[in-house]
């Protein structure tokens, strides 16, 4: 069923980080496709105005590589600046009267969670929430009952169809692509099951660190940042049954049924890691156990997947920066092979990041006599053009009033379920060297082949 558009643009945390990297590229993105013709209201802290807040969003996209003149010019007429103070309701009128006759305003927030309750309360007493969109950065919560807790706190100011969790992993072009390519090559799908697929694997490599963030960061940890979201996320787009319908809510049911199927993750399957020096950035406790680093193994039960492990690898400080998740069907080479080593193994390759591939690995023939080969790949690799950035596909669904990219409210708590008790156990962290692959315990939970490497 067609919604109705939001008709103003709320952004709460408009000076932030993430404002920088993904949300001013995204909006401008917006406006340049004519999509977000309406006023964009950004609201911080600091009494800084308007001019100010254009200067830093130009600044933004300058820095980004983003600018566009024309496209500017029109998202900065649009754009106006309200300093508010969380603990002051009344302060949330000046937001009302920025936004002028708008009767569906989206609220983007990217604050820290702990504000999220009291900003909702807010906007609801300034008559912003009805007919509204809530729009909340993650982490959604800290464990499965703070998750709970939050939804039920906001329910008090917007319905559930108002609320859009983001996981901008499902915004990506490249994780969408995994459900795509699924459901149009039956020569896979119908061989993706135990009986074909001896593993699926995904390694999300980052060489920078916590730049900047650490205060961030070191309360929340690589599990909780990445894995528990993203890449949980992934695997759900990777294992799920295809809904035996068209349209977003049939998606989210199902990505949300394969979480409520995953069993909880065991400290014996969970391996962290912290790398060398983090204690010394701005911001980290010096005794912080923290992981920038987590290698664990899933297991799905279900009839499709059982017996299948799922291994999933995150770290920062990392040789390379790149995420690649694998699928690794059964099998070994022929007797007919002279080769002993042939593997006989193919696999999937979805390169989800920074670029974007699928890369199918077979086993080809050397010229020659004997009947020996190498594993080659055959590389898909779409063109970039027209692709939308995560968070601009992210706003533009938001805006239109589709939550089919978006995180439901319990598959959010399925995820924090499945890490909760490996989390709470404060299993030791294992010391890495920067740009190293993550500390040498994460064998212990790695696919019988080991860990495969993204290239860059
Ligand atoms: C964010 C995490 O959600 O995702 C960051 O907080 C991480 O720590 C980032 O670096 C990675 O996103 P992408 O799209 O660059 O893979």
């Known amino acids: 069923m067609e919604q109705p558009r939001s008709d103003a643009f709320i952004f709460f945390g408009a000076t932030g980080d993430l404002a920088t990297k993904q ?54 007429e649009m754009l106006s600046y309200v300093a508010v103070d969380y603990d002051d309701p009344k302060t949330f009128d000046g937001i009302k009267k920025a936004v002028g006759s708008a009767k569906r305003p989206l ?83 119908t061989t993706w099951n135990r009986d074909n697929i001896e593993s699926v694997e995904i390694t999300m490599a980052e060489t920078f660190g916590v730049k900047g963030r650490a205060e961030f960061y070191d309360k929340v940890g690589a599990v909780r940042d990445v894995v528990q979201n993203h890449l949980l996320a992934t695997v759900a787009c990777i294992a799920m049954d295809l809904p035996g319908e068209r349209g977003y809510s049939a998606l989210r049911e199902a990505r949300t049924k394969l979480l409520a199927q995953v069993k909880k993750l065991t400290t014996d399957d969970l391996v962290r890691g912290q790398v060398k020096g983090y204690r010394d950035e701005k911001g980290v406790a010096d005794d912080s156990t923290t992981e920038t680093f987590a290698a664990a193994r899933f297991l799905v039960d279900s009839p499709r997947w059982q017996g299948v492990p799922f291994f999933i690898r995150a770290g920062k400080s990392l040789a390379v920066t790149a995420t690649d998740a694998i699928v690794r069907w059964k099998g070994v080479g022929h007797v007919v092979l002279e080769d002993a080593k042939a593997p006989g193994q193919n696999t999937l390759r979805f390169r989800l990041g920074p670029d974007n591939a699928i890369a199918l690995a077979a086993n080809v023939k050397t010229p020659g006599e004997p009947m020996v080969g190498n594993a080659s790949e055959l590389i898909l690799r779409a063109s970039a053009a027209g692709a939308l950035k995560p968070y601009e596909r992210l706003f533009g669904d938001a805006i239109e009033g589709d939550a089919t990219m978006y995180a439901r409210r319990d598959a959010v708590e399925e995820s924090w379920r499945i890490v909760d008790d490996a989390l709470k156990a404060k299993t030791p962290v294992y010391a890495y060297d920067e740009g190293s692959w993550g500390p040498a315990e994460a064998a212990r939970v790695a696919p019988v082949c080991g860990w495969a490497n993204p290239q860059k």
């Open 23 to 76: 949300t001013w590229p995204a909006l401008q993105a917006l406006v340049k496709a004519g999509r977000l013709a309406m006023p964009i209201v950004a609201i911080g802290r600091k009494d800084i105005g308007t001019e100010a807040i254009r200067a830093k969003a130009k600044k933004s996209l300058e820095d980004t590589k983003n600018f566009d003149e024309a496209a500017f010019a029109k998202l900065s």
């Open 107 to 189: 609220s983007y927030v990217a604050l820290p969670p702990d504000l999220f309750e009291k900003v909702a309360e807010n906007l609801a007493k300034a008559g912003l929430a009805e007919g509204g969109r809530l729009v909340l950065e993650k982490p959604f919560g800290h464990d499965a009952a703070s998750a709970k807790a939050l939804s039920e706190a906001l329910y008090k100011s917007f319905p559930e169809e108002a609320i859009y969790r983001i996981d901008h992993y499902l915004g990506k072009e490249q994780v969408e692509n995994i459900v795509y390519f699924r459901a149009a090559n039956p020569l896979f799908e």
